[in-house]
């Protein structure tokens, strides 16, 4: 079975602080994605990645960074975290071909 | 506007009803998927449909592509408490990028 974890299950952070969410995948899948998902909104796409060391801006990439040093690794990057970051905050992989995305058990960040 | 439009948007019924959830678009898609999301849970798949016109059945879940590849629906018979979750239909426009676009889901409760 596809196996996708991320670091956390619930954050609770402070205005202003640097936060780390980090996804690994045991699939040796090529792509790699962070999304938030919110009330009423959907998933929304924030960065994606397509190889190691490679990155695409999604939907919402603002406020947000990515890093993707190995190809099972990629980490979600909030610069300064603010209170409209509160959201959870799901990470995804799928094979080069694309289309079937297999997903973390997601994280609820929570910044006040 | 959103490339995917699922309905109903809500869905409350009692257990042992039937029920069809929508997936529509003006858009052709290469495939589509189907997933199901627990509260508190990451999206977990539950099938890809390719070919236009397929039908694919998953015990009661019963998953139907359009003939031309813009359209797919979803049909539980009987439904039981075990089916509540957000379903959400995501697919890969045919012909362009392999980052699938998703709906905003489809919000099921069943009562006992």
């Known amino acids: 079975d596809v196996k996708v974890t991320q670091s956390s299950r619930y954050l609770v952070k402070r205005t202003g602080e640097k936060v780390f969410l980090e996804c690994v995948q045991d699939?040796?899948?090529?792509?790699m994605f962070w999304y938030r998902q919110d009330p009423g909104l959907g998933l929304r796409l924030i960065y994606f990645?397509?190889?190691?060391?490679?990155?695409e801006k999604g939907d919402i990439p603002e406020g947000y960074s990515v890093s993707r040093e190995k190809k099972e690794r990629f980490s979600l990057i909030l610069e300064s975290a603010s209170t409209n970051q509160t959201s959870m905050y799901l990470c995804a992989s799928s094979s080069r071909g694309g289309g079937e995305q297999y997903f973390g058990p997601g994280t609820r960040l929570t910044v006040t | 506007t959103q490339l995917l439009e699922q309905s109903p948007q809500f869905l409350s019924i009692q257990e042992g009803e039937n029920l069809t959830v929508y997936c529509n678009s003006s858009s052709v898609f290469s495939s589509l998927q189907w997933y199901r999301q627990e509260p508190g849970e990451g999206p977990v798949l539950l099938v890809t449909v390719v070919t236009g016109g397929e039908v694919k059945k998953l015990k009661r879940l019963t998953f139907q592509f359009g003939d031309a590849r813009k359209d797919s629906s979803l049909h539980i018979t009987a439904a039981q408490p075990g089916d509540t979750g957000l379903y959400l239909c995501a697919g890969a426009l045919a012909g362009g990028s392999y980052i699938p676009t998703f709906g905003r889901g489809t919000s099921l409760i069943v009562h006992p």
């Open positions: 990645s397509y190889d190691v060391k490679m990155k």
């Open positions: 699939m040796d899948h090529e792509n």
